[in-house]
C-alpha cells in the first residue's frame, strides 16, 4: 500500500516517467496491473485540471491585463477561444502525444471558456490510452529486467557500463564548461 501511495505522489509529479518505471515493477511481480493502470490514470486527470483551473483563473479581469501586455489581447482571445473549442479533441490528443506541450495546452483550454465537463471527458480518455501505452512498455521492460536481476554478472556490468557513461558525459561537460568560461571550471 505505501508503494501506491509514493507512486501516486510521483505520477502528480511526473507522471510519465513514473507511469513507466511502475509498469517495470508491475512487470517483475512487485505491483499489481489495475492500480498502477488506475493511479497513473487518475493522477493526469488530476495534473490536467489544475492546469486548466490555473488557465480558467486567467480569466479574471486584472489577470487579461497581465495577457494583453504579453499579446493576448481580446482579439487573440477570441481566437484561441474558438480554436481550442473547436479543435479540443485535437489539442487533447497532440497534448499528450508530445508532453511538452501539455502545459500551453491545458492552459489554453481554460483559459478558452472550454466547459469543464468536455475537458475531463477528454483528458481521462486521452490519459487512459497513455496510461495503458505507458504501463505496458513497461511491462515489458520488468520481464527483461527481471530476467537480467537473476544473473550478477549481468547486472554487475549494466552498473559498471551506466557508471562509465556517467563519468564520461560529466567529464565532457566539465571540458566543455571550461572551454566557455575561458579555463575556469565552475
Known amino acids: 500500500m505505501q508503494a501506491y501511495l509514493v507512486i501516486a505522489t510521483l505520477m502528480l509529479l511526473e507522471g510519465p516517467a513514473t507511469t513507466l518505471a511502475a509498469g517495470s515493477m508491475v512487470g517483475a511481480g512487485q505491483l499489481a496491473l489495475l492500480p498502477v493502470w488506475l493511479l497513473a490514470v487518475g493522477a493526469d486527470v488530476v495534473a490536467d485540471s489544475v492546469l486548466f483551473g490555473v488557465g480558467r483563473w486567467g480569466r479574471h479581469p486584472r489577470v487579461r491585463r497581465i495577457l494583453a501586455r504579453l499579446g493576448l489581447g481580446a482579439e487573440r482571445l477570441d481566437r484561441l477561444q474558438h480554436g481550442i473549442g473547436r479543435h479540443l479533441p485535437r489539442v487533447m490528443i497532440g497534448a499528450k502525444l508530445v508532453d511538452v506541450s501539455a502545459v500551453p495546452a491545458f492552459l489554453a483550454a481554460g483559459l478558452a471558456g472550454v466547459p469543464y465537463r468536455r475537458f475531463v471527458v477528454w483528458t481521462a480518455l486521452t490519459s487512459a490510452v497513455r496510461a495503458a501505452v505507458l504501463v505496458a ?34 567529464l565532457t561537460a ?5 572551454r566557455r568560461t575561458g579555463g575556469e571550471i565552475l
Open 137 to 170: 512498455l513497461g511491462v515489458l521492460a520488468g520481464h527483461q529486467l527481471d530476467a537480467l536481476a537473476n544473473s550478477p554478472a549481468t547486472v554487475a556490468s549494466l552498473s559498471a557500463a551506466l557508471g562509465g557513461s556517467l563519468l564520461l558525459v560529466s
Open 174 to 178: 566539465k571540458k566543455l564548461s571550461s
